[in-house]
């Protein structure tokens, strides 16, 4: 069993910047992908960002890309999400999930494990 917390939401202006972490109990962080969804009132969680188990294949998705970059410190059982030039249609409830393969994978049912999230509201 893996749980997973998020931390460092806020609130920011439009153009700042925000850096959420999501730190994981137990010893099989290290072999899971990890990826970063969303979730904005009255609408679909929405995938962010992935990453593989190395931390060496990243994927976006396309409403991110450029502008946000995920990362990962197997050492401290931790995956970041740095997130620039934020726009109010960024704003939304972040949650991290984890498990179910190696590799970073964009679909919510590829994930066995999710944090309860993290608030992020960008006013503009």
């Known amino acids: 069993q893996v749980q997973l917390l998020e931390s460092g939401g806020g609130v920011v202006q439009a153009g700042g910047s925000l850096r959420l972490s999501c730190v994981a109990s137990?010893?099989?962080?290290?072999?899971?992908?990890m990826g970063w969804f969303r979730q904005a009132p009255g609408k679909e969680r929405e995938f962010v960002a992935a990453?593989?188990?190395?931390?060496?294949?990243?994927t976006y998705g396309d409403s991110v890309k450029g502008r946000f970059t995920i990362s990962r410190d197997n050492a401290q059982n931790t995956v970041f999400l740095q997130m620039n030039s934020l726009k109010p249609e960024d704003t939304a409830v972040y949650h991290c999930?984890?498990?179910?393969?190696?590799?970073?994978?964009?679909?919510?049912?590829?994930?066995?494990?999710w944090g309860q999230g993290t608030q992020v509201t960008v006013s503009s």
């Open positions: 990453i593989s188990s190395t931390g060496l294949s990243k």
């Open positions: 137990g010893r099989t962080f290290r072999s899971y992908g």
């Open positions: 999930a984890g498990g179910g393969s190696a590799w970073p994978r964009s679909s919510i049912d590829d994930y066995d494990y």
